[in-house]
């Protein structure tokens, strides 16, 4: 917690600046770039099938299983630094590459991706695919099922401990005033107000103070995974109460959700910290209070 809260302190001190535009990328974009060195294109799936039957030409394939882990029990949990810098250099990344994702589920999947990269020290140089596949195919852009061996690459790690924020970093913000930190839940309205169960044992409801800001609301719409216009987004995070010197910290159920408002707080400029545990972990210590209805 001591690494969370210092790092913290420093960020805060910066005001929001934004939008960081680079770290979205448009299908024009893309298309511009499918033949440069220094673009890789990683296509994030949970089954090598969505691959197979059309990606991207030149995309190569990254599976959920690499870059995430259980462990003691817990769901999306981060591997080891190595293993990470391994299933990257492995998929051609280096530290001149522009990392360019997309994948499934309008694009949760690419954003645990991104939120991977950015705690290797990579995210800087990684973007999203606006629209993602689903953009792409509707212009009538071209798909291939063919697989393009990469060419290893060496990608020198630069972790970022500070962007993962804890069990007892939250506890810690429980039933006090903070001004400084804002906990989003990520999650559909409908959970966050307690009306569906989740986890095990299941338990409804969300992290005293939290405040909902789903994530799908940043969208178009589900049958046209665009971004919002900037101007709109920030409207949805300062109505949450998201503010320049204030740290968010994104949650849902078990990291995936809360790794799109990430990616979008960051977008933005915000400082933010992804609480990898999420209710996953809250949920099962029974003296973690969860509450339920809207926030008072």
């Given at each position: 917690?001591?690494i ?7 960020g ?6 934004g939008?960081?535009?680079?770290l979205?990328?448009?299908?024009d ?5 499918l ?24 995309a ?14 817990l ?32 694009g ?20 999203l ?36 924020a ?22 559909p ?108």
């Open positions: 917690m001591r969370f809260w210092s790092a913290f302190l420093l805060a001190a910066c005001l929001a600046q939008p960081r535009t680079g979205v990328v448009s299908t974009w893309l298309a511009a770039h033949e440069d060195p220094e673009v890789v294109v990683l296509h994030v799936t949970r089954d090598s099938a969505a691959y197979l039957a059309g990606h991207i030409p030149g190569h394939l990254l599976l959920w299983n690499q870059f995430t882990v259980t462990r003691d029990g769901p999306v949990e981060l591997p080891p630094v190595a293993e990470l810098v391994a299933c990257f250099e492995k998929l051609g990344v280096s530290d001149r590459s522009h990392v360019v994702l997309y994948g499934d589920n309008l949760l999947a690419a954003a645990r991706a991104w939120f991977t990269l950015d705690y290797l020290g990579h995210g800087s140089h990684a973007s695919l606006d629209g993602g596949l689903e953009k792409w195919r509707t212009e009538g852009r071209p798909v291939s099922s063919a697989e393009r061996i990469p060419k290893r690459g060496r990608l020198t790690p630069k972790p970022r401990p500070e962007i993962v804890h069990f007892n970093d939250v506890r810690a913000l429980i039933g006090k005033s903070n001004s400084r930190v804002l906990l989003l839940d990520a999650r309205r409908e959970e966050y107000l307690g009306r569906k169960a989740f986890g095990n044992p299941p338990r409804a409801g969300h992290i005293p103070g939290a405040v909902s800001l789903y994530w799908m609301n940043a969208l178009m719409g589900p049958q046209n995974p665009v971004l919002k216009p900037v101007a709109e987004l920030r409207r949805l995070f300062q109505q949450a109460g998201a503010r320049p010197q204030r740290k968010l910290i994104a949650y849902c159920g078990v990291g995936v959700q809360a790794a799109y408002v990430y990616f979008l707080a960051r977008y933005l400029g915000y400082d933010a910290a992804l609480y990898d545990g999420s209710l996953a972990e809250w949920g099962r210590v029974p003296e973690a209070p969860l509450v339920t209805g809207p926030q008072d």
